[in-house]
């Protein structure tokens, strides 16, 4: 049986990684422009073979604007701040509602600010990037700091990465 200082020495806190896009202007033009890409492909009809289709143009468009977006995101990485730290934390933001744990206000915030290690956030700066950033994007940072305080599971699971090993040792047969 291991001796739990052998136990502690291997331990690391959970840590996770969230990608934000900050382009948010890109973002609504990819998708103006995809719905417009939709309404010309839908009535387009050839009146020869060497006519273009008109959404070509379109869809390189959305191509460029892609790769501007994913150049405009960002990593942040959260790791667990400890047992004591996230009771504090907890405890300094309550809810008026005894159906909740904790302000739904405040500690979102504050949780980010007090677990995210790159980019080191203040709570200053969450509020502003709450300003430019929306709030699909505030709930995924949220539920990544969420996590690595709260998940249970041993080891994240990737249906993608298994995916793709099953299939090539299934193409090794």
Same mark, same amino acid.
């Given at each position: 049986?291991?001796?739990?200082?052998?136990?502690?020495?291997?331990?690391?806190?959970?840590?996770?990684?969230?990608?934000?896009?900050?382009?948010?202007?890109?973002?609504?033009?990819?998708?103006?422009?995809?719905?417009?890409?939709?309404?010309?492909?839908?009535?387009?009809?050839?009146?020869?073979?060497?006519?273009?289709?008109?959404?070509?143009? %379109? !869809?390189?468009?959305?191509?460029?604007?892609?790769?501007? =977006?994913? $150049? #405009? *995101?960002?990593?942040? @990485?959260?790791?667990?701040?400890?047992?004591?730290?996230?009771?504090?934390? %907890? !405890?300094?933001?309550?809810?008026?509602?005894?159906?909740? =744990?904790? $302000? #739904? *206000?405040?500690?979102? @915030?504050?949780?980010?600010?007090?677990?995210?290690?790159?980019?080191?956030?203040?709570?200053?700066?969450?509020?502003?990037?709450?300003?430019?950033?929306?709030?699909?994007?505030?709930?995924?940072?949220?539920?990544?700091?969420?996590?690595?305080?709260?998940?249970?599971?041993?080891?994240?699971?990737?249906?993608?990465?298994?995916?793709?090993?099953?299939?090539?040792?299934?193409?090794?047969?």
């Amino acid at each position: 049986m291991p001796d739990i200082k052998a136990l502690l020495a291997k331990a690391k806190p959970r840590e996770r990684v969230v990608k934000v896009m900050l382009d948010g202007e890109t973002a609504g033009e990819i998708e103006r422009l995809e719905a417009e890409l939709l309404t010309v492909s839908e009535d387009w009809q050839p009146s020869d073979l060497a006519e273009q289709h008109p959404g070509r143009d %379109l !869809a390189g468009r959305i191509a460029e604007l892609r790769e501007k =977006a994913r $150049d #405009s *995101e960002a990593e942040f @990485r959260f790791r667990y701040i400890g047992d004591e730290a996230y009771s504090s934390l %907890l !405890a300094d933001h309550p809810s008026t509602d005894s159906n909740q =744990a904790f $302000d #739904s *206000e405040s500690f979102p @915030r504050a949780l980010i600010a007090a677990s995210c290690v790159d980019p080191v956030i203040s709570e200053a700066d969450a509020r502003d990037l709450f300003k430019v950033i929306n709030q699909g994007q505030i709930q995924a940072l949220f539920d990544a700091a969420w996590d690595v305080h709260n998940s249970a599971s041993l080891v994240p699971f990737s249906l993608a990465a298994s995916a793709l090993l099953a299939a090539a040792v299934g193409g090794e047969k």
